[in-house]
């Protein structure tokens, strides 16, 4: 019975960390696919959510519910700029270009980070409410754990309705599938990219925030992550929304249990698995053949 507790347990805490990489790593599968943009500074907006929700928290007093909102909102518009003055002149560019520029953004982004911050690690003030744990059935689960569910669950659900069943989610999906097409049928796919890198820089500010007790924001944050959040892409394959949900839950999953039974190898684990379904999917699970 102890061994099914803490197995259930275990389990809770790999869903917990799935929710928040897949909201982080959402949008840089749409928009990759959209645009066709090696974009390896994704994460960097999930850091500067971590940075917002923690500062809002920790030194003004900020409650959870309306430091994570103000973080997404306020990332999504600065992310505007950011896509129109640097991203936009590479759209159809070479590729090397374009890892040259975001990773040239990732390095910039953590030394202003541990300049404006310090290099230390910033901690986030969980309200009491989060700071205990719940009893699920057997298993005993973190509050914290159980509310990154739970949100993750709403937000999913309605990103996949917004994308789904509205119009603004045609578009993206007619970009996606063909892009001339859609330009062909009167989509100004100019706006549409600007919307969608504004969500999907929105969205990892989310996750950042949400996520800032589970993945410590600090100044490394978007270089130390973005092999997780690369994998989950690649699994799930660029341009839709369900492959990376699967892949985040199958990569948070199997990252839980191996640094539960077998710490030492956990990583190592995780990026042979990867590369076993890219050699079997190179497009990944979801990803168009």
């Known amino acids: 019975m102890n061994g099914i507790a803490a197995a259930l347990g275990v389990g809770l805490h790999g869903l917990a ?62 992310s505007l700029p950011i896509e129109r003055l640097l991203y936009r002149r590479l759209y159809g560019g070479d590729e090397l270009d374009q890892v040259l520029l975001t990773m040239g953004l990732v390095f910039m982004s953590g030394a202003a980070a541990q300049y404006l ?43 996949w309705l917004g994308v789904e ?10 970009a996606v599938d063909n892009l001339r097409m859609a330009q062909s049928l009167g989509i100004d796919t100019s706006r549409l990219f600007s919307l969608t890198f504004a969500l999907g820089s929105g969205l990892a500010a989310l996750g950042g925030g949400l996520g800032a007790a589970l993945i410590t924001i600090s100044p490394g944050y978007a270089l130390d992550n973005l092999v997780y959040f690369l994998v989950v892409v690649a699994l799930g ?20 249990a191996c640094k539960y039974l077998i710490p030492q190898f956990g990583a190592f684990l995780i990026y042979a698995m990867t590369m076993a379904i890219l050699l079997w999917r190179p497009r990944g699970l979801f990803g168009r053949v």
């Open 17 to 78: 960390f799935a929710m928040v990489l897949y909201l982080i790593s959402v949008g840089l599968s749409v928009t990759m696919g959209m645009m066709g943009f090696v974009n390896l500074a994704h994460g960097v907006f999930a850091m500067a959510g971590g940075y917002i929700v923690t500062n809002l928290i920790n030194r003004y007093g900020v409650s959870l519910p309306p430091a994570i909102a103000m973080a997404a909102v306020a990332v999504a518009v600065l």
């Open 237 to 256: 394959g660029l341009g839709n929304i369900r492959g990376p949900f699967f892949a985040a839950l199958l990569i948070g999953l199997a990252d839980s």
């Open 165 to 174: 069943r509205s119009r603004f989610g045609a578009k993206i999906r007619a």
């Open 117 to 159: 911050f310090g290099a230390l690690q910033q901690p986030l003030r969980l309200p009491p409410a989060l700071s205990g744990g719940l009893r699920v059935g057997i298993a005993e689960v973190s509050a914290y754990d159980a509310m990154l569910i739970v949100c993750g669950v709403v937000l999913v659900t309605g990103l």
